[in-house]
């Protein structure tokens, strides 16, 4: 009896959290691999940048906070979501119960909304840094940085949870659970509500902001360009402003990229279920989440200052005494 056939024949039993029929075959452990792979570099990256940013005080700056509270979602990612969504993916016969999917699609929905406000308060930093530096340095203080932040993460957990209790997920999701995936009801008026604020409007925000970060590093460019005889530090502070709205561009731009298509491809489904939008969802869905797999590779490329915590941290020298003072930034 080949596996498809045993599956059609003993159907799936609900318990606390899950069950599985079978034991993996040759294929399932291919699979298993790059996931595993995939899985370890999202957890591994993104707690390198979280150690870094802790431990060296040089580091702790308003702007490097929110990239900590970023690699902190994206680790989260990793830890709770990635796993389990890409073990439901492989092998399609594990069953959920009600508080475990319950669960689940709260701390997925709560981990995309703070991603996204997250990137926009990113840009939002970089474009009061670049546009006006000497209000920024007296106004977006640590603790100011800090206070955001928790507000964004009470505020991500808050939200989801009404529009879980409104929208008819903790009520009705039980009746639609199936073996390889939970399935809520959708109310058509916060579906539009929810693709709004928890889309919409961050992204706009992130795209306006990232239009204006690139006209200041345009026009500082531009004078680079006109003045023959520029100071050397004027020269320099300006190339480090172009290179850092090129990364925050990056990164910017991988994360629409990632995670558009997902979004635009949900907000369809509500209104037309079908089979080629549900394949469409199926086929976008990882890329939401290798997002956070990503994000850390472009810390790596485009951020001096992880490939030298990272260097630091992968020879222990973290451990030693005043390691938390070592200078981890390259000079321009």
């Not at 475990?100 to 997250?118: G, P, Q, R």
């Not at 977006?140 to 939200?159: A, D, F, K």
């Not at 995936?181 to 058509?188: I, L, Q």
């Not at 992204?203 to 902001?209: D, F, G, L």
Request: glycine share 2%; with cysteine.
């Amino acid at each position: 009896m080949n596996l498809t056939e045993e599956h059609q024949e003993t159907p799936c039993v609900y318990s606390n959290f899950f069950c599985l029929e079978t034991s993996p075959t040759a294929v399932d452990v291919l699979l298993y691999m790059p996931v595993a792979i995939v899985v370890s570099l999202t957890v591994c990256g993104n707690l390198l940048v979280i150690i870094s940013i802790c431990h060296f005080k040089q580091l702790q700056t308003p702007t490097n906070f929110l990239v900590l509270s970023l690699a902190m979602v994206d680790f989260l990612v990793g830890v709770i979501l990635m796993p389990v969504y890409f073990l439901t993916w492989i092998d399609q016969w594990r069953c959920f119960d009600i508080l475990y999917c319950t669960s689940f699609k709260l701390a997925d929905y709560c981990f995309t909304c703070i991603s996204v406000y997250n990137v926009a308060l990113i840009g939002l930093d970089r474009y009061l840094a670049l546009s006006n530096p000497f209000h920024y340095s007296m106004k977006i203080t640590v603790n100011v940085t800090l206070r955001m932040i928790v507000i964004l993460w009470l505020y991500s957990l808050m939200y989801n949870m009404v529009l879980f209790y409104f929208n008819g997920d903790f009520t009705d999701m039980k009746e639609n659970i199936t073996c390889g995936e939970c399935v809520g009801t959708f109310n058509k008026v916060w579906a539009i509500v929810d693709f709004i604020i928890a889309f919409v409007l961050p992204c706009s925000m992130i795209v306006i902001i990232n239009l204006k970060i690139f006209a200041i590093a345009k026009k500082h460019a531009n004078k680079i360009r006109s003045v023959r005889k520029c100071p050397k530090n004027d020269h320099g502070s300006m190339a480090s402003e172009r290179k850092a709205a090129k990364s925050l561009g990056i990164l910017v731009a991988v994360f629409l990229l990632c995670s558009v298509p997902y979004y635009v491809c949900a907000f369809v489904e509500i209104y037309f279920k079908n089979k080629s939008v549900h394949l469409a969802i199926l086929i976008t869905a990882p890329l939401l989440y290798l997002n956070s797999s990503i994000n850390p590779i472009i810390y790596a490329l485009f951020y001096p200052w992880f490939q030298r915590s990272v260097k630091l941290i992968l020879t222990l020298r973290i451990c030693g005494s005043e390691s938390s003072m070592l200078n981890v930034q390259r000079e321009t």
